[in-house]
């Protein structure tokens, strides 16, 4: 669903935080009671499938299967006018309530806009709803659907947010003639004012038009509008046209682009994005206990069928400008056990049971489903070591990195893992003082749910970073710091494994290469997506964000942020004694405040038993 918002400055009032809050915890509560009756119902047997929706403006009244959830991500370029122009990388997740009933998350993930005054970066608005779907098409009727969200005003108000909470509503129909597939949405929007009390409103219509062009490729056309918000925001009308192809019943990818018709309409609008339904999260919750709903795949547009369906910023000078570099901030450099939210990768075998033996076998033969930049949630197995060696280099900044990490089971008990990470490298900025060593960071992690065999893992981290790197020539932090992650893995199904990860770092005495001393901290976000083509070859897709303080001078520190996306691939060489070799190479490309950075990334694994296990 199309998201405006209008171009006002305004502050986050009590009033708008009390609103904000009350709306979110009514449609929160109200998920959860659903969500726990429709457990009970054939929802857990429902097989996940994508409902797709992108790259329409318009929404149809199809539902997400009941119990399945759904991400939907797209990358964005937008021309406003002749001077200004906006990139926004956005999405959420849509969930299956009830048969008839889904939830919906989206949020503005990373915002930039360039005009006369300038580039600007942040974060957008969240939106929560609901869609329920009242009737379903018959042969004369079209179906019809209403859509409710709610605007939480979390995003920068420098790029567009009101700053306050705003409503949208959509009285929804779909319609299915002959090899056409018709939405139309009407789309009231009650608008908060800024620096007033009260809403400001309009009205947006849109018209989608789904026409297959193959059994996957799916061609779309819309016309779009909304009226005048007020005196400073006129109504627009638009055209897009797009293309979605199902690459996997689970899987669609999508690209269009739009351009305005009307004076005051953006002048053109161009975008990807992908569509994937994750799972049906009932099922794992409480797994049922029939096969139920088959596997026959949803078509490239979801008829609204006659039966009910079952369910970064400007860097300091102290800053050398790359991820892996640590000088005077709490970007960690490419030492802890994964920084691997900061490229120190590392590759998992796990020997498991044979209940999925397409996925998990009895032999040492596949790769784990870690990622390069993402932290995996499974710990070393019993009595296996790892030795890990990555390097990285960077063409603008001219900065490269070497790791070497080694991981261990704890004795006894491989819940409890220990491992530590040193470093080389030479930022680009002190080329001329030579390579050198980084910080130590010694990690310990704890197995708290799941391992290589199940759905869903989650291993905790804790790591001490050592300063031992000079932060004269931007080598290190200069002082001790703490850092947590938490990864949590999720396997999709045969072929498909994501990892995501929330960390933040502290050190409490930084230094920069001035000199300067301060207090520091950061936090990262990251996630993957691994592709299983074969058991011993992987594609990936990582994306990563940091965002950290820099020391720019005497207790004075700035915010600066990276963001990079990665793919890449690896594959695995087997040898009968238990050794596995993994090499692997991604090419991680700046967006955002990374915007024109771009890299190599070498990865090198040997991991092999170090003591005879017990039958």
Request: net charge neutral.
């Amino acid at each position: 669903m199309y998201k405006r918002s209008s171009q006002q400055d305004s502050q986050h009032t009590p009033e708008s935080i009390r609103g904000r809050h009350s709306f979110i915890v009514i449609l929160l509560l109200c998920c959860l009671a659903v969500s726990v009756k429709a457990q009970e119902s054939p929802c857990g047997n429902a097989t996940a499938a994508s409902v797709v929706s992108r790259p329409a403006i318009a929404s149809a009244t199809d539902v997400t299967q009941c119990g399945v959830a759904e991400l939907e991500y797209g990358v964005e370029r937008q021309w406003v006018g002749a001077s200004s122009q906006r990139t926004d990388f956005s999405g959420g997740v849509r969930f299956g309530l009830a048969p008839n009933l889904d939830f919906h998350w989206f949020a503005g993930n990373f915002l930039s806009v360039t005009d006369t005054a300038g580039n600007r970066t942040g974060y957008g608005d969240n939106w929560l709803g609901l869609k329920y779907r009242f009737l379903p098409q018959t042969k004369r009727r079209p179906s019809f659907g209403l859509l409710y969200q709610v605007k939480a005003p979390t995003g920068d108000l420098l790029l567009g947010s009101t700053g306050k909470v705003d409503h949208q509503f959509a009285a929804l129909l779909s319609k299915d003639i002959k090899k056409f597939h018709f939405d139309f949405n009407v789309i009231p929007q009650l608008i908060g004012r800024t620096g007033a009390s009260g809403f400001d409103h309009n009205v947006g219509y849109a018209w989608a038009t789904w026409l297959p062009v193959t059994k996957r490729l799916t061609l779309v056309m819309e016309p779009y509008g909304f009226t005048s918000l007020n005196d400073t925001t006129p109504g627009f009308a638009s055209a897009m046209a797009g293309f979605s192809f199902r690459a996997h019943r689970q899987v669609y990818l999508d690209t269009g682009f739009d351009a305005g018709i009307s004076h005051f309409a953006p002048h053109k609008r161009v975008y990807v994005g992908v569509t994937y339904a994750i799972g049906n999260i009932y099922s794992w919750i409480r797994p049922s206990q029939s096969t139920g709903v088959s596997n026959k795949e949803v078509s490239q547009k979801p008829k609204s069928s006659t039966a009910m369906p079952e369910p970064e910023t400007r860097q300091p000078e102290t800053t050398v400008g790359s991820p892996l570099i640590n000088t005077g901030s709490v970007e960690s450099s490419g030492l802890t056990e994964s920084t691997r939210n900061e490229w120190v990768p590392v590759e998992k075998q796990k020997q498991v049971t044979s209940k999925e033996p397409d996925i998990q076998k009895t032999e040492a033969s596949e790769i784990e489903d870690n990622s390069f930049l993402i932290e995996e949630a499974y710990n070393q197995e019993f009595g296996v070591v790892q030795h890990i060696s990555t390097f990285t280099r960077f063409w603008n900044s001219k900065d490269w990195i070497y790791t070497f990490t080694q991981e261990w089971p704890a004795p006894g008990d491989p819940r409890h893992q220990l491992s530590y990470t040193v470093a080389a490298l030479q930022p680009g900025a002190y080329a001329s003082a030579g390579p050198g060593s980084g910080d130590v960071a010694l990690n310990y992690r704890y197995q708290l749910l799941g391992n290589g065999e199940t759905r869903i893992a989650f291993s905790p981290r804790l790591t001490l970073l050592l300063p031992l790197g000079d932060p004269s020539f931007g080598r290190g932090s200069g002082g001790t710091g703490i850092q947590t992650n938490l990864p949590l893995s999720v396997k999709l199904d045969r072929r498909f494994v994501t990892h995501w990860n929330a960390g933040a770092t502290a050190v409490p005495h930084a230094n920069n290469a001035a000199g300067d001393r301060g207090s520091a901290i950061g936090y990262n976000l990251g996630s993957s997506v691994i592709w299983l083509v074969h058991p011993r070859f992987n594609v990936m897709l990582e994306g990563l964000f940091n965002s950290a303080e820099q020391i720019v001078a005497r207790d004075k520190t700035e915010w600066s942020n990276s963001l990079y996306l990665s793919p890449g691939i690896r594959w695995a060489h087997n040898f009968k004694n238990g050794l596995q070799i993994v090499p692997g190479i991604a090419a991680p490309i700046g967006a955002g405040p990374s915007t024109g950075e771009k890299g190599v990334f070498l990865y090198l694994s040997f991991e092999h038993p170090f003591r005879k296990l017990h039958e």
